[in-house]
């Protein structure tokens, strides 16, 4: 029977984190994953690291303004109707999470959560975590002067919290920094603090490093029950057989709701699904990752590689490659640029991010098992957040939790 002081339950950005953190404080450590590492929402996303411009997906007026194309496959935020009970009331909830409190509240918890992102990725980078990463910031472009408002509004907000500001660039600047845009692009704005890696970089450096630091990472191990002495879980039942720990961390993003269940935790978590489409060449002439605002898409360039990503579908559990969003995703940019070309495909992907009704993760104890911690519902904040979370989890399980940081992450505040 395997044992160990911390069992991590996933094997994401989120889980993997959680594992080096604990094993820094030199705990015994052992990570389980139903797949491979990194195979979910983790794979193929953008890898931004946006500290700068973290907020709660639930907006003011978001659903209202995308009220006319909630239900159109090719549009940004989709919705595919279906008699769900859960569904509905998780939609409620997002509904009435849409107001200027809820999100003002959600900026300030992010930001408090984000003050240490980046100095945490540098000490990664210093224990020697391999990484392709880019530090050269963020660069939104706008195609009206209403999202170009829109947007230096809500990093305002966060500037008044502690983030420094985002610089203002106009259409000349931009051309003069090489990336030919059309015409119609009104400016910019460029969040310098931010940066970007390969996401599959990112998973591969820090299993390297667990390894290196005896931390084993079992793939294609499911979960199948929890045995419990009191309030207390004793075990993890697996298809491996049975593992003992002092503590449990369930990381398995959006698996972490029926983990959760056998525990007797609801968590309101729902499939975001997002997609990507990965490229081989250069791309549009720029090292900066961008975020197309209007078309709610973004660019990642990488070495050898560019990748256009975006959308938000809310189709239920499934990995369904929907041809028309794909499509949209390939014509998308085209407004934003002179000349827009498809380059060779590497890669068409999707992942399941987990949403929570009102765009906070939950961060914290189980509130029915008191040797359980729960990190998951990052959305796609999850590399952003993915260090400064594995960081909260390791003081939780060591009982050195920063005062009221993980207040607002609550598992039990639904």
Known sequence: MAQADVIVVGAGVIGLCCAYELRKRGLEVLVLDRGRPGCGASHANGGWICPSYSDPLPAPGLISSSLRGLLRPENPLYIRPRPSAEFLRWLWAFRRACND????????????????????????????VAVEMHEEG?????????????????????TTLGRLPAGVLSRDDIRAEGLQVSDRVVGGLLTRPDRHVRPESLI??????????????????RVTGFERQGRRVSAIKSTQGSMVASHVVLAAGIWTAPLAAMLGMELPLQAGKGYSV?????????????????????????????RVLGTMELSGMNTYLNPRRLVALKEAPRPYFRTWEVSRIQEEWTGMRPLTPDGLPI??????????????????????????TGRAVADLVARRPEADLLEPFRADRF
């Open 101 to 128: 409190r809820s999100y003002a509240s959600g900026l300030r918890a992010l930001a408090r959560l984000n003050e240490r992102t980046l100095s945490l990725y540098d000490e990664m980078l210093s224990d020697g």
């Open 138 to 158: 963020l660069l939104f472009l706008f195609i009206s002067e209403a999202g170009l408002e829109e947007a230096s509004a809500n990093i305002a907000r966060l």
């Open 204 to 221: 591969d450096g820090l299993v390297k490093r667990l390894g290196e630091l005896r931390v084993p990472v079992r793939a294609g191990v």
């Open 278 to 306: 990965t490229m081989a060449g250069t791309g549009p002439r720029t090292s900066r990752p961008l975020n197309l605002y209007e078309a709610h898409m973004g660019i990642s360039p990488y070495e050898g590689a560019w």
């Open 363 to 388: 961060i914290g104890p189980a509130p029915t098992a008191e040797n359980v911690a729960i990190a998951t519902g990052h959305a796609m904040l999850g590399v952003t957040l993915a260090a400064s």
